[in-house]
């Protein structure tokens, strides 16, 4: 487990013992990539992918916690 997924291991553990709130936790992996292949067969401009690929990835991840439901 890298440096990374330590802080973010210990901002869960941290929420889950201050909130009442279900903490539920999603996979990120690998959106950034299949929102950008996503942008590129929809032919859309370079300057359009930067615009737009965080909410795209940002979609995808909505759309695979959606799914697991």
Request: no cysteine.
């Amino acid at each position: 487990v890298g440096k990374r997924a330590e802080i973010t291991q210990a901002l869960i553990n941290f929420l889950e013992n201050n909130l009442e709130l279900p903490i539920i936790i999603q996979d990120e992996r690998l959106t950034t990539s299949q929102a950008k292949n996503i942008l590129l067969e929809a032919d859309v401009s370079r300057e359009g992918r930067k615009k737009v690929i965080d909410k795209m990835a940002a979609a995808l991840i909505l759309q695979s916690y959606l799914d697991q439901q």
